[in-house]
C-alpha cells in the first residue's frame, strides 16, 4: 500500500547531539512537510517542500533543517537539540499545495536526555 | 523540556450516541477544510474534508457541517463507538498551501 512511512518511531538523543529523522512516500507526491507536535497540542508547522523548493516557516528556529535529496525521501535535521524540542515530528505528503489533503506519516518521538 | 500540555476540550459520550465537535475556523479566505482524527502515539488520519463551496458533506457515519457565515465546522458522528476515541482536529487550507491546525478535541466514548 501506497503510504508515508518515518523511521524512527522512537528517537532519543542527548541535549546539544546532532540528531536526524526520516520521512519516506510511496505516494509520489511533490510536497513533503513537516510538524513539530507537543504534547496536547495541534502540530506545528515547521516548513515544507514543494518538489526542490524549501519553504521555512517564519518562526521555525534555525536549529531545525529539512533536506529533500529525491521525490521520496525528505528529512529532518536538529543541529542541537535542546530539552524544548522533546515532541512528536509528524512528516505528511501532499500532491499539491494548496488543496488537498495531507497524507501523514506515524510520527517520530523524540525524547532529548 | 517540554512546555506543559494544555488541557485539551473534552466531549464524552455514551456508546451508541451521536457526538458533535465544533471548531472554529480564522481566515474567511479558506477554502478548504478537514477533519482529521489522531489516535495516542499516531499520526493525523484523514476523516471527511469539504470545499467552501458546500455546506454539508457526508461519508460513512461522519457528517461535517460549514457554516462560512460564523466561520464555524462540525463534525458529526453517528452511532459512536469506543473506536471512535481520538483527538479530533479540524484544519483549514488558507490558499497559501498551508494546513491551519484547530486546538483539537479530544473525544471519550464510553461503554
Known amino acids: 500500500d501506497a503510504m508515508v512511512i518515518q523511521n524512527p518511531r522512537y528517537q532519543v538523543t542527548q541535549f546539544g547531539k546532532p540528531v536526524t529523522l526520516s520521512c519516506s512516500q510511496t505516494?509520489?507526491?511533490?510536497?513533503m512537510y513537516w510538524y513539530q507536535q507537543k504534547s496536547s497540542q495541534a502540530p506545528k508547522l515547521l516548513f515544507h517542500?514543494?518538489?526542490?523548493?524549501?519553504?521555512n516557516e517564519a518562526d521555525t528556529p534555525d536549529n531545525f533543517q529539512s533536506r529533500r535529496p529525491n521525490t521520496s525521501f525528505c528529512f529532518l535535521d536538529i543541529r542541537s537539540p535542546g530539552l524544548g524540542d522533546a515532541a512528536m515530528y509528524l512528516c505528511?505528503?501532499?500532491?499539491?499545495?494548496?488543496?488537498?489533503?495531507?497524507?501523514f506519516g506515524p510520527g517520530t518521538r523524540l525524547t532529548v536526555t | 523540556g517540554e512546555s506543559v500540555g494544555l488541557h485539551l476540550p473534552t466531549l464524552s459520550v455514551q456508546e451508541g450516541d451521536n457526538s458533535i465537535i465544533n471548531c472554529a475556523y480564522s481566515n474567511s479566505a479558506s477554502d478548504y477544510f478537514i477533519w482529521y482524527k489522531q489516535e495516542s502515539g499516531k499520526g493525523p488520519q484523514f476523516i471527511i474534508d469539504i470545499r467552501s463551496n458546500m455546506d454539508k458533506r457526508q461519508g460513512q457515519r461522519v457528517t461535517v457541517l460549514l457554516n462560512k457565515t460564523v466561520k464555524h465546522l462540525s463534525l458529526q458522528i453517528a452511532a459512536t463507538q469506543p473506536g471512535d476515541s481520538a483527538v479530533y482536529f479540524c484544519?483549514?487550507?488558507?490558499?497559501?498551501?498551508?494546513?491551519?491546525f484547530g486546538q483539537g478535541t479530544e473525544l471519550s466514548v464510553k461503554p
Open positions: 505516494l509520489n507526491h511533490n510536497v
Open positions: 517542500y514543494y518538489d526542490k523548493d524549501f519553504n
Open positions: 484544519a483549514e487550507n488558507n490558499q497559501g498551501g498551508k494546513l491551519i
Open positions: 505528511a505528503t501532499s500532491t499539491s499545495r494548496g488543496q488537498g489533503e495531507q497524507y
